[in-house]
């Protein structure tokens, strides 16, 4: 499919997937959106979990709360208008190359993630339909790049409780949500020595109930005291 991908692009011109212009496509992306993605840089994002807050502050309503179960989140840019469309190209049209987008970023969310000295990158393991259908893990892959750019190891942390999982975009609330993750994510049984702090790596953080569930897991495990999130993009509604 990607090869496919490949040829056509020789032949014809690529435009933009998101404005649909002609100029200098790069990881599908004409330059303005490319910088409206690697630059992105609110005034105020929240010192614990890096949503956008909009007005002043340093910290987020959300983590106000302490509803969380991670110590700390980041993510690259917003799950809306460009970065919606280059997610949706990625996971559903076969364009994994264009997760090199992570090595063109900003340095910044580097910066973040280098501060917190995490041990290792996981993962979030898909479904067996998921893996079946489209022959990859959008979130082992991205997982692969993080820790080659940190030089650390990726290590299969958290598994499949059972081989296939209802869609999320098909349940109706957040109890829902969280009832089918936790019937099908697991923690390890043995975890590494001298891995204390792990850094979570997904797509898109929508509501928190994978990830939460995930550092649940994986601080259940002997030796792991910190939990860390990094995604591609989030939900800052």
């Known amino acids: 499919m990607r090869y496919n991908h490949l040829m056509l692009e020789l032949i014809i011109k690529p435009r933009c997937v998101h404005c649909k212009s002609q100029k200098d496509i790069r990881f599908g992306l004409c330059p303005d959106c490319l910088e409206e993605l690697t630059n992105y840089s609110p ?11 909009r007005g002043e502050g340093t910290i987020c309503q959300r983590c106000l709360e302490g509803t969380d179960l991670f110590d700390q989140a980041f993510f690259l840019f917003p799950y809306e208008k460009e970065g919606r469309t280059l997610i ?23 910066l973040v993630l280098g501060n917190w000295h995490p041990d290792a990158v996981a993962w979030i393991p898909s479904s067996l ?64 020595e001298a891995i204390s702090h792990v850094l979570i790596v997904d797509d898109v953080f929508t509501t928190g109930a994978t ?4 550092a649940k897991l994986l601080k259940q495990a002997i030796g792991i005291t910190k939990v860390s999130v990094f995604t591609l993009a989030r939900v800052c509604e």
């Open 43 to 53: 005034p105020f994002r929240c010192r614990n979990c890096g949503l956008t807050i």
């Open 129 to 192: 339909h998921t893996k079946w259908s489209r022959g990859y893990n959008v979130s082992r892959e991205l997982a692969l790049i993080v820790a080659e750019m940190l030089d650390l190891p990726c290590l299969p942390l958290l598994k499949r409780a059972k081989l296939f999982k209802r869609r999320l975009s098909a349940t109706g609330t957040p109890g829902e949500r969280k009832q089918v993750i936790r019937q099908f994510l697991k923690g390890p049984e043995v975890v590494p």
């Open 88 to 110: 949706h190209n990625i996971k559903f049209r076969d364009r994994l190359e264009w997760l090199g987008i992570l090595k063109s970023a900003d340095i910044a969310w580097r």
């Open 211 to 214: 990830v939460n569930r995930a």
